[in-house]
């Protein structure tokens, strides 16, 4: 049940482009995806819910494809602020006993 | 300044000694949430509180307990019975355990075991 995240790890230089995958055997309610930097707290970026819009901050945005149970993150002209590990996290249904399931991560490197 | 508060940031044990890891929010929070991570891993969900004096099992709950008497804090404690308990533990709150709540996560406690 658990999401599975793709690549496992990537490695970019500065100013180059990511993509991070999302995918789930169920059907989706929301998407959550945080960022972790090592032997940290992981931190919020955003939630996407069921309905496919597509959200951004700054050069960070992701989409949500309801139909193929995905959803991928987008990172433009990667900074080296932007290296950690990213989780993606599923939520199948909202109800008041729902929870978060988390993939395993990507670890990201940015390289200057 | 509102967040969560873990205590401590490093703890060792011996095998077999029950070891309770402090989560504190004060955030006004109704949901709160107990991960495990382990070394390149993904979080694991271990127990989840909605409300005061109500907690549900997550993924790995064998070998945890947890308590909820006040709504700001959320204890867990890692008995004898897990057979492997050395790992990094975050504590997550969100204002409701339904769709939408970004979650707020401690800065964790790692504990070791030997």
């Known amino acids: 049940q658990q999401p599975v995240q793709s690549p496992q790890a990537v490695i970019l230089r500065e100013g180059e482009d990511a993509v991070i995958n999302c995918s789930s055997s169920k059907a989706l309610y929301s998407v959550h995806w945080y960022r972790q930097k090592h032997g940290e707290a992981p931190v919020f970026l955003m939630i996407l819910l069921k309905g496919g819009e597509q959200k951004g901050h700054e050069k960070i945005s992701a989409s949500f494809n309801e139909k193929k149970q995905q959803s991928s993150l987008y990172l433009t002209a990667s900074q080296l602020s932007y290296s950690g590990t990213y989780f993606c996290g599923t939520e199948w249904g909202y109800s008041s006993a729902s929870k978060i399931i988390f993939g395993s991560g990507t670890r990201l490197s940015i390289r200057p | 300044d509102g967040g969560i508060t873990q205590s401590p940031k490093y703890l060792f044990r011996k095998e077999g000694q029950n070891v309770t890891l402090s989560c504190e929010q004060n955030l006004n929070h109704d949901a709160m949430y107990w991960y495990r991570q382990d070394p390149g891993q993904g979080l694991r969900l271990i127990y989840y509180?909605?409300?005061?004096?109500?907690?549900q099992k997550g993924d790995i709950a064998e070998g945890y307990s947890v308590s909820r008497e006040k709504k700001e804090s959320f204890p867990l404690t890692v008995t004898s019975a897990q057979k492997n308990p050395t790992a990094f533990y975050l504590c997550?709150?969100?204002?409701?355990?339904?769709?939408?709540?970004?979650?707020?996560f401690g800065p964790g406690t790692r504990l070791t075991v030997t």
């Open positions: 509180s909605q409300i005061v004096n109500d907690f």
């Open positions: 997550a709150s969100s204002i409701a355990a339904s769709g939408t709540g970004e979650q707020y």
